[in-house]
T-cell receptor
Framework: SQELEQSPQSLIVQEGKNLTINCTSS?????LYWYKQKYGEGLIFLMM?????EEKSHEKITAKLDEKKQQSSLHITASQPSHAGTYLC????????????FGKGTMLLVSP | DTGVSQDPRHKITKRGQNVTFRCDPI?????LYWYRQTLGQGPEFLTY????????KSRLLSDRFSAERPKGSFSTLEIQRTEQGDSAMYLC?????????????????FGEGSRLTVL
């Protein structure tokens, strides 16, 4: 079973609309990271959340961490074509490896 | 550009051949990671180095895979006797961690990846 579940798997939104992507962990979170990936390219770091209730924003993207629910959400306000790509959450899960475990990603398409 | 660089970007090979990928991390970074990513999946951890020491290896890293970081700078990932199931994007990432006591992984800086196709 997947340790990090992302929902939805894919999303098509009209330009200008808001959207939310969720990431839920089956294990205790020691740190939650959001990355963006364009097809065939590497991952670009967006934000890191460490404490329950923490919220960070960068431009029109806001991420929140709910430690009790072992969940994080990524919210994009007034989406633009430049937001298109795959959003991946990664986490420190203390699952035996000193590295990040990733979800499968959420593919976002923004239609004009 | 002082980011993480990977070479080659694309490699097509026949089953049974050996392939080697190279990763040059950001120069002051002491940690280097290798991940594998297949279509529609998130990156899966393979191995990581702290300086030249290989500290962890995933169970995904079969005995056909070997990784080195001889001088604590660049790293190579070699796959021997490639199989079609090895077809994937191989991603390298680096980070700076000043102490092993730092529990969080911290921000990983990824390269563009090396895409392997095994025919």
């Amino acid at each position: 079973s997947q340790e990090l579940e992302q929902s939805p798997q894919s999303l098509i939104v009209q330009e200008g609309k808001n959207l939310t992507i969720n990431c839920t962990s089956s294990k205790t979170l020691y740190g939650l990271y959001w990355y963006k990936q364009k097809y065939g390219e590497g991952l670009i770091f967006l934000m890191m959340l460490q404490k329950g209730g923490e919220e960070k924003s960068h431009e029109k993207i806001t991420a929140k961490l709910d430690e009790k629910k072992q969940q994080s959400s990524l919210h994009i306000t007034a989406s633009q074509p430049s937001h298109a790509g795959t959003y991946l959450c990664g986490a420190d899960l203390n699952s035996g490896y000193s590295t990040l475990t990733f979800g499968k990603g959420t593919m976002l398409l923004v239609s004009p | 550009d002082t980011g993480v660089s990977q070479d080659p970007r694309h490699k097509i090979t026949k089953r049974g051949q050996n392939v080697t990928f190279r990763c040059d991390p950001i120069s002051e970074h002491n940690r280097l990671y290798w991940y594998r990513q297949t279509l529609g999946q998130g990156p899966e951890f393979l191995t990581y180095f702290q300086n030249e020491a290989q500290l962890e290896k995933s169970r995904l890293l079969s005995d056909r895979f070997s990784a080195e970081r001889p001088k604590g700078s660049f790293s190579t990932l070699e796959i021997q006797r490639t199989e079609q199931g090895d077809s994937a994007m191989y991603l390298c990432a680096s980070s700076l961690r000043l102490s092993l006591a730092e529990l969080n992984t911290g921000e990983l800086f990824f390269g563009e990846g090396s895409r392997l196709t095994v025919l």
